[in-house]
């Protein structure tokens, strides 16, 4: 058992290695755990989020009803929050630091600031003990531009997962290429690939080098970035050389027959891909991290292809009390709670020795706002599905106090992952009651 | 000198004077709300109480301006300052930010490090290897930051995600290369033969080849490395052009060629060609650069209309009116319903000419120097027998060529003149399934005059349940209810006019005079209370209102030149470039003139004068 624990402040901080050959050495046959984070922009309906009773005795509200056959396997959190998050404007702050918890500097641009994602915060600890560290998946293309009515970039709306506070991470949008792009780390290049392409990445990080001591501070900061990107890449090549990793072995092969289409049909086939190509990355255990996003913040992709609706969604997520809006604003919050239970299911299909990839997993579904009409931060709609690889209390409908920190949240969750931290954000402890210890 | 010490003092103590008369303006008409402990909106008096906040607290000094100028500020049913001393206050904090602005001259400003974005990557690489292969929709898509724009260097970021595809881009564009005619001839200038080592002939490829990608001349020690790569491919039992274009690969993901850090006249070069070609420089450029000729404003001038007329300008026409307009989000977030609009879904054809209309129109209008003006009103537009129809008016389209986008002049009392007679501005400031004059008018308000309106409050309260007992149905009566309310009427009443003299528009931009059944009311009243109807009134308000327009305009396209944001001290380089353009009869080609000639683009700071 890992014991080691370290304080963690808010920014990303290297953490020591003995750590990983403690891994090495007890070699546990016990299959790894995953953790990926589903986001959903625009709030909830309030009305028919809200599950009835407490505890182990409570029924599904209307809209988590997609979850009826996973009622053990999902916890439902209640009265969580970022205080972060509770001044600025209605979404950018909300979202972009949904699972940072940090607050996130207003700007146009030049000075972005946030905190590091929880996902990431894993990624760094673990990442290294699979092909890929984590997986950063969407479905439309990053916002462009400044929201000039608030004073905030796009950049923040289309980003959930952070390196660094200066860094978010981009996505990947097509489905395909996630596949390829899964396929080729989970079963590695030949050897002569592998030294060419090493070779060529020694070779530009030299140029970076060089150049970096000409460089003013701000622009020093750019080649770091690039640095960290091609190192990063360089040791995964380089853990790869010879095609096989001695330390990693696909828990299940992927097929290269097997690629999903470039150019899904529509937004629902889009959304399926998308959580499928999750759902075989942790078979594979390709990587133990995912987030996924269902839309950018304030997004209004229209879901009028959706039985009974005739808007976009951030239109009906400002209901303003209107009972139409508000049932349309129910049925779009219900279809994403299916696409949840759709990944839910698929991982639990996935056998893993005695038990299965859901048991091993801990799939977050979030938004960052309750009543979207509002911009409401209190009481954020949480999730929590799988078994956190024996961990994670399932069947639960879990009040906490008024405003209960979100991060302690991730503190437990990243517990469960075996990346223990003493402290995440504003963190005063783990979650009681929500895992086993 | 002693009598220029003595007027120094007398100009600060009369300066010091007239601060003091303007924070009693804001004393006596702000302080209510915005002084004391609990300040609402977000803003307090203490960010603009000295004088030295004219510098340190810019945005609070504009955003306080604009809202006292246009009335929105103080809200009503509370004392307000006549218009005369909201005028004085206005004019005031103008005048003190530009001295701000142009204290020291006219400055460079910052030259942030920058990556080429996934559109100028997939541009630059195209041109390098003569390949026609859309390379960066393999590249994950860039956010955007400064003045709204996807080639802002603050926000080109690199995620782990881009390391993997650059390597991966760079191995399929020289697997491509190295089968395609065009750019074998272009690329293998050497081979071995008798007297010609592989070396000897892999060092003048590289001699041809590194400089173009770096955009700059390559010094002697730059090649060694390359050739060592192009001798380990070749010790690995390579052949020459594998090892070859394994050597040419590096340099695709040097950060000599991912980012734009070439300096002096050659900076100016591909300053110049990203800016009106989204790629790298021409051999032309690239000598006036080595010869030192750039940099001369008779240069500059000759080359900036040259380079317009050449077709890589579309390139510039393009991002920068997708962007400026936002009508990129015509292909997603804003996408118009299907269901509700077929013949848009469905035809292909329409779609592209919707898309393009503005786009050419721009390009056109820079190309023939007419008045800038045209963007806001014009006698012309870009017709095609699609759109013809879809605006449902006559056009004289060329009958040989009736589908191709071409600039025609509109009919006596089209309507169409300008981008807001375009269908897809109106489209992309609709929501997908029904027009909104609140969006219209925001959009009006931000793109066109660059005013956005102030965010609204974080909790609106919703409509009181009594209150819509009565069941206003159209959106125009509840928006009337709105502007009922006075938190709301501040900004309502400015947003909403513009966007109802549009309202004969719909949603995809087709002219409609009835909606449900019922005739369209167009009508609209400002908050000055002048009244006006439908878009024909409106573009006069909006020529009126030409120096917000032109100060807007040159503000993004400086941004977009420059790839960053702009600083209270760019304000001062704008104001020349807007009184360039004034001087020469609005002229759209002058304005890329003047922003080639400014002191940032050019690199060289101009003195006060």
Known sequence: MISRRTVLRGTGVAL??????????????????????????????????????????????????????LKNQIVVLKNLWNEGSKGGDGHYVKEAAILTCATIKKTPGADIANGVSVDQVAAQRVGQQTPLPSLELGVTPVAIGVDAVVGYTRIYGSHIAWSSPTT?????????????????ASTGVGADTAQMDKLLLDRVQDDARRLRTKLGAADKHRMDEYLSVMRSLEQRVERNVGGARKDWKARVALDAKAAPPERPADHAEHVKLMLDMIAVAFQSDTTRVATFMFGNAVSNVSFRWLEGVSAGHHDVSHHGKDPDKLRQYQL?????????????????????????????????????????????????PLVLGGGGGGRLIGGQHLEYAEDTQLANLYVSMLDAFGAPVERFADSTGPLPGLMRT | MRFWFALLILAGSMGAQEFERQQAFLKTYCAGCHGGKAATGGFHLDKVKEPSTLASNTHSWIRSKIRVE??????????????????????????????????GGITVGPRPLRRLNRDEYTATVQDLLDIHLEIGARLPADGAGGEGFDNAAETLFLSPLHSEKYLETAKLAMEFAAKEYKSRTRILVAKPEPGVTPDQAARKILAKFLPRAYRRPVAEMEYAPYLELFQAARKRGEEFEPAIFF??????????????METGDFALASRLSYFLWGSLPDELLFDLARDKKLNRPEVLRVLVGRMLRNDRSQNFAQRFIEQWLHTRDLGGDRMPDAKLFPTYAKDEDLRGDIRLQPVYFFREMLMRGVSILNLLDSKYTIGTSHLEKHMGIKLPLDPGRRTQPQWVELPEGSKRGGVLGMPAVLAVSSYPYRT????????????????????????????????????????????????????????HSRIDPMGFALENYDAIGRWRDKDGGKLIDNTAEMIDGRKFAGPQELRTVLLEKKDLFLRNLASKLLGYALGRGLTLKDSCTVDAIVAEVKENDDSASKLIEAIVLSAPFRGESEVAK
């Open chain 1, 332 to 380: 779009i919050n219900q279809w994403h709670v299916a696409q949840y239970a759709y990944l839910l299911k698929k991982l639990k299909g996935m056998s893993e020795g005695e038990s299965n990839v859901l048991d091993n997993s801990m799939v977050l579904f979030a938004s960052a706002l309750h009543d979207g009409d509002r911009h409401a931060p209190h009481n954020l």
């Open chain 2, 436 to 491: 909104s004059p609140v969006l219209r008018g925001a959009f009006i308000l931000d793109a066109i005059l660059g005013t956005p309106p102030p965010p609204p409050p974080p909790n609106v309260p919703p409509l009181e349940d009594g209150k819509t007992a009565a069941a206003p149905k159209s959106v125009r009566e509840r928006l009337t209810l709105h502007r009922a309310d006075p938190t709301c009427a501040s900004c």
């Open chain 2, 70 to 103: 246009n009335g929105e500020m103080p809200p009503k049913g509370v004392p307000a300052p006549s218009l005369d001393a909201r005028e004085a206050f206005a004019k005031w904090v103008d005048t003190e930010l530009k001295r701000e602005a142009c204290s």
């Open chain 1, 16 to 69: 020591g290695l003995p750590w990983l050959e403690a891994m090495a050495s007890t070699a546990a046959p016990k299959p790894p755990v995953r953790m990926a984070m589903l986001y959903m922009p625009n709030g909830v309906n309030p009305h028919a989020w809200t599950p009835e009773g407490k505890g182990k005795d409570f029924q599904l509200s209307q809209t988590l009803s997609p979850l009826a056959d």
């Open chain 1, 168 to 184: 978010p991470l981009a996505r990947e949008l097509n489905p395909k290429a996630v596949y390829e792009r899964l396929y080729r």
């Open chain 2, 247 to 260: 050597m040419l690969r590096a340099a695709l993901v040097s950060p000599h060629f991912l980012f734009r």
